[in-house]
């Protein structure tokens, strides 16, 4: 599977963006699909995530609420919807896919699980 994330750019604080994710590869909806963000100087941080067929989310404590990932397997995408931006949310986004056995949140919050990464967009959101 290929991944390859769109979609970043510069925002103002309170305004939203959508990253998509286009992936290539037969296999795509079998595969949960993981956001992970990186600021400067700072470890990648899990965002969010969706489960093979849509019907699971979870989510980071500082995005939940104002964050929503859905997919389109028909499209081989997925989306994150980042509403009410915050400064603190400035980093380079990544999209990723694992082949979960199941929807273990202590598992899909962690990057190690995840086999396939797309490349990053970068988000800024200025004060």
């Known amino acids: 599977v290929q991944l390859q994330a769109s979609g970043g750019g510069l925002v103002q604080a309170g305004g939203s963006l959508r990253l998509s994710c286009a992936a290539s590869?037969?296999?795509?909806?079998?595969?949960?699909m993981g956001w992970f963000r990186q600021a400067p100087g700072k470890e990648r941080e899990f965002v969010g995530a969706i489960s093979w067929s849509g019907g699971n989310t979870f989510y980071a404590d500082s995005v939940k609420g104002r964050f929503a990932i859905s997919r389109d397997n028909a499209k081989n995408s997925v989306y994150l919807q980042m509403n009410s931006l915050k400064p603190e949310d400035t980093a380079v986004y990544f999209c990723a896919a694992g082949l979960h056995r199941s929807w273990y949140i202590p598992k899909i919050k962690l990057s190690s699980e995840y086999d396939y990464w797309g490349q990053g967009t970068q988000v800024t959101v200025s004060s």
């Open positions: 590869g037969r296999a795509f909806s079998s595969y949960a």
